[in-house]
Protein backbone atom coordinates (compact mmCIF):
# COMPACT_ATOMS: atom_id res chain seq x y z
CA UNK A 1 0.00 0.00 0.00
CA UNK A 2 1.57 3.25 -1.13
CA UNK A 3 1.85 6.04 1.59
CA UNK A 4 2.45 9.57 0.68
CA UNK A 5 3.26 12.35 3.40
CA UNK A 6 3.57 15.77 3.14
CA UNK A 7 4.89 18.27 4.94
CA UNK A 8 6.64 22.47 5.08
CA UNK A 9 3.41 23.93 4.92
CA UNK A 10 2.55 26.96 7.08
CA UNK A 11 2.11 30.88 7.77
CA UNK A 12 4.21 33.33 5.28
CA UNK A 13 3.79 36.85 4.18
CA UNK A 14 3.17 38.04 0.81
CA UNK A 15 6.83 37.82 -1.63
CA UNK A 16 7.99 34.89 0.60
CA UNK A 17 9.03 31.57 0.48
CA UNK A 18 7.99 27.92 1.35
CA UNK A 19 9.31 23.83 0.48
CA UNK A 20 7.26 21.25 0.79
CA UNK A 21 8.29 17.35 0.58
CA UNK A 22 6.35 14.35 0.32
CA UNK A 23 7.28 11.50 1.56
CA UNK A 24 6.31 8.18 -0.80
CA UNK A 25 6.47 4.97 0.53
CA UNK A 26 5.56 1.47 0.20
CA UNK A 27 5.45 1.27 -3.70
CA UNK A 28 8.06 1.39 -6.58
CA UNK A 29 7.62 4.60 -8.61
CA UNK A 30 10.35 4.38 -10.87
CA UNK A 31 7.49 4.42 -14.23
CA UNK A 32 4.94 6.33 -12.43
CA UNK A 33 4.15 10.64 -12.38
CA UNK A 34 3.12 12.19 -8.94
CA UNK A 35 2.01 15.86 -9.02
CA UNK A 36 1.08 18.44 -6.22
CA UNK A 37 -2.64 19.87 -6.11
CA UNK A 38 -4.02 22.70 -4.08
CA UNK A 39 -7.59 23.25 -2.71
CA UNK A 40 -8.66 26.42 -0.99
CA UNK A 41 -11.54 26.91 0.86
CA UNK A 42 -14.82 26.59 -1.46
CA UNK A 43 -13.18 25.94 -4.28
CA UNK A 44 -12.50 22.58 -6.19
CA UNK A 45 -9.05 21.28 -5.60
CA UNK A 46 -6.61 22.07 -8.51
CA UNK A 47 -3.65 21.06 -10.27
CA UNK A 48 -0.28 23.07 -9.49
CA UNK A 49 2.81 20.84 -10.65
CA UNK A 50 3.52 17.50 -11.76
CA UNK A 51 6.46 15.12 -12.48
CA UNK A 52 7.19 11.91 -14.32
CA UNK A 53 9.35 10.11 -11.91
CA UNK A 54 12.02 8.60 -14.30
CA UNK A 55 12.43 11.21 -16.48
CA UNK A 56 12.19 14.29 -14.56
CA UNK A 57 10.25 15.81 -16.68
CA UNK A 58 7.23 18.49 -15.47
CA UNK A 59 4.46 20.34 -16.26
CA UNK A 60 2.73 23.21 -13.98
CA UNK A 61 0.05 25.41 -14.22
CA UNK A 62 -0.12 28.76 -16.01
CA UNK A 63 -0.91 30.29 -12.66
CA UNK A 64 2.65 28.93 -10.45
CA UNK A 65 5.14 29.02 -13.87
CA UNK A 66 7.82 31.27 -12.97
CA UNK A 67 7.42 31.03 -8.99
CA UNK A 68 7.02 27.38 -8.13
CA UNK A 69 9.16 25.03 -9.10
CA UNK A 70 8.59 20.60 -8.19
CA UNK A 71 11.23 17.81 -8.83
CA UNK A 72 12.24 14.96 -7.00
CA UNK A 73 14.98 13.02 -5.21
CA UNK A 74 14.94 9.37 -6.56
CA UNK A 75 17.19 8.39 -3.62
CA UNK A 76 14.75 9.38 -1.09
CA UNK A 77 11.45 8.55 -3.12
CA UNK A 78 10.73 12.36 -1.91
CA UNK A 79 8.87 15.05 -4.41
CA UNK A 80 9.49 18.90 -3.69
CA UNK A 81 7.43 22.00 -4.25
CA UNK A 82 9.45 24.88 -4.28
CA UNK A 83 7.36 27.94 -3.55
CA UNK A 84 8.77 31.88 -4.15
CA UNK A 85 7.49 34.72 -4.32
CA UNK A 86 3.70 33.43 -2.64
CA UNK A 87 0.70 35.45 -3.27
CA UNK A 88 -2.35 35.54 -1.07
CA UNK A 89 -4.67 33.14 -3.61
CA UNK A 90 -1.82 30.67 -3.14
CA UNK A 91 -3.45 30.06 0.35
CA UNK A 92 -4.87 26.62 0.39
CA UNK A 93 -4.26 23.03 1.23
CA UNK A 94 -1.66 21.66 -0.43
CA UNK A 95 -1.76 17.23 -1.27
CA UNK A 96 0.67 15.24 -3.42
CA UNK A 97 -0.72 12.72 -5.62
CA UNK A 98 0.60 9.48 -7.20
CA UNK A 99 -0.70 7.77 -10.32
CA UNK A 100 0.68 4.27 -11.05
CA UNK A 101 -1.39 3.58 -14.46
CA UNK A 102 1.11 5.86 -16.51
CA UNK A 103 4.25 8.25 -17.18
CA UNK A 104 1.86 10.87 -18.88
CA UNK A 105 1.09 13.86 -16.40
CA UNK A 106 -2.54 14.59 -15.69
CA UNK A 107 -3.72 17.62 -14.72
CA UNK A 108 -7.58 15.89 -13.51
CA UNK A 109 -7.60 14.88 -9.97
CA UNK A 110 -9.53 11.80 -11.43
CA UNK A 111 -5.88 10.62 -12.59
CA UNK A 112 -4.71 10.00 -9.54
CA UNK A 113 -5.08 7.06 -7.83
CA UNK A 114 -3.33 7.67 -3.87
CA UNK A 115 -3.19 11.03 -1.96
CA UNK A 116 -1.38 12.17 1.50
CA UNK A 117 -3.44 14.08 4.04
CA UNK A 118 -2.37 17.61 2.89
CA UNK A 119 -0.47 20.52 4.09
CA UNK A 120 -1.66 24.14 4.92
CA UNK A 121 -0.40 27.09 3.32
CA UNK A 122 -1.13 30.65 4.59
CA UNK A 123 -0.03 33.49 2.68
CA UNK A 124 -0.53 36.65 4.67
CA UNK A 125 -1.07 39.99 2.48
Known amino acids: QVQLVESGGGLVQAGGSLRLSCAAS????????MAWFRQAPGKEREFVAG????????RSADSVKGRFTISRENAKNTMYLQMNSLKPEDTAVYYC??????????????????WGQGTQVTVSS
Open 97 to 114: ALDQTTIRIGTLRSNYGS
Open 26 to 33: GGTFSRYT
Open 51 to 58: IQWSSGAT
